[in-house]
């Protein structure tokens, strides 16, 4: 029992002992600095192509053939479907005996007309017989005209039983066979619609498109934007887009206006042209829009780690002179998951804390050392990343700064 008790006296002072004090926390700091991003703004479009036509008939006769493959691209000027022939064709060769025989009773006409003029001269001709053959004349010229003009309606109809592809596009599958009757009250027969270049229509808020406005006007309006499409399985399109038109009136349920850029859609290498899908964007397809200035600007950039939320709003951590943390209140502009782009708060060269936030608490004193630097991310990966209105693609991280001592 003595030597138990001795070992508790002796226990009891070692345990009691202070430990050593262990300092102010190491935290990692960067400096805010003024770095160069490309502003980008996210909008959901839908594409729209450019050319949509509706196959129709615009003669009633039997639909004799179907000249296309289904789903694939056709070239303006293709024949499509072949209606029946026959009976438009002996409608034309109908009016054209028609002009000729009309044709030929004003021969006769003309030469009766001569011959009345010429007995005018002597004592055995009338004028009412001039009259009459001048009347004569004139009403199967006239007869002439009218049958031409049934002659070309004749041929058009037969020009109309050959329905061609009016523009370059990819058609849609038939909606009537061979063997019925089409007319120009039987619907559909096939959709068709252009494939290169495609339209990306988006709306966007009356008040954004107001601030767009005066970023990008003085720099040259439509030809200071680059349109970008984020495709839905996340992949950034290869193909850029340049905006063209503005909707001139806003749509009162929403209070939003529709922009509308145009995009490249070419085929894609190695793929056959009539396979099932060879190019990329798809006519009504959603996709997003990251709508970008030409020029980038300077902006004060920190680390996107650096930025804490409360109730309050955003804000971040400085290091004074004395090596104390301070809470410092920011407004943020458009940022991205690495790099937030500070508008209000923070001044050029103070050091921010990026890491061991933690372990700060306002006024105390720290230890800081340079953060680590973030990893490399490339530009298209960035912006696959980023999500929501208004977020920017940034350049190269601010570098890390000294400690300050």
Request: net charge negative; no cysteine; charged share 20%.
């Given at each position: ?162 329905i061609r592809a009016p523009i370059n596009g990819k ?235």
């Amino acid at each position: 029992m003595r030597l138990l008790l001795a070992l508790m006296l002796v226990l009891v002072p070692l345990s009691s002992r202070a430990q050593p004090a262990s300092g102010p926390p190491a935290v990692g700091v960067v400096r805010a600095e003024r770095q160069q991003i490309t502003q980008t703004d996210q909008f959901i479009g839908r594409i729209q192509a450019v050319g949509r036509v509706a196959l129709v008939a615009r003669v009633t006769a039997f639909l004799e053939k179907r000249l296309f493959v289904e789903g694939a691209e056709v070239k303006q000027g293709d024949l499509l479907y072949q209606l029946e022939q026959p009976p438009f064709q002996a409608q034309v060769e109908n009016n054209k005996a028609n002009v000729a025989q009309l044709e030929a009773q004003h021969r006769n006409a003309e030469l009766t007309l001569e011959r009345a003029q010429y007995l005018l001269k002597t004592v055995a001709g009338q004028q009412s017989n001039v009259d009459s053959a001048l009347a004569q004349e004139r009403s199967l010229a006239a007869q002439i005209e009218a049958a031409k003009a049934q002659l070309q309606i004749a041929e058009i109809n037969l020009g109309y039983t050959e329905i061609r592809a009016p523009i370059n596009g990819k058609i849609s599958a038939t909606e009537v066979t061979e063997g019925n009757v089409v007319s120009p009250t039987s619907g559909t027969l096939a959709n068709l619609v252009s494939q290169d270049p495609m339209y990306v229509l988006f709306p966007i808020s009356t008040r954004e498109g107001l601030d767009l406005r005066d970023r990008y006007e003085p720099k040259g309006g439509f030809s200071a934007v680059v349109l970008k499409l984020r495709l839905p399985d996340g992949r950034i399109y290869g193909q850029e887009g340049k905006l063209d038109y503005v909707s001139p009136t806003i749509a009162t349920n929403t209070d939003t206006v529709t922009v509308r850029g145009v995009v490249p859609n070419p085929l894609i290498p190695g793929m056959p042209p009539n396979g099932p899908a060879p190019r990329e964007l798809f006519d009504g397809e959603f996709v997003t829009v990251m709508q970008e200035g030409v020029e980038p600007i300077t902006v004060l950039a920190i680390p996107r780690a650096a930025v804490l939320s409360d109730q309050q709003g955003d804000y971040v951590y400085v290091v004074d002179a004395q090596n104390k943390a301070q809470r410092r209140p920011i407004q943020l502009g458009q940022s991205t998951p690495s790099t937030a782009v500070v508008t209000n708060g923070l001044t050029e060269g103070e050091l921010v804390i990026s890491e061991g936030l933690q372990r700060v608490r306002p006024g105390e004193v720290v230890s800081p050392g340079p953060a680590s630097p973030p990893p490399a991310i490339s530009p298209a990966a960035e912006q696959g990343a980023s999500g929501g209105a208004g977020s920017s693609a940034a350049g190269d991280g601010p570098s890390a700064p000294k400690a300050n001592q």
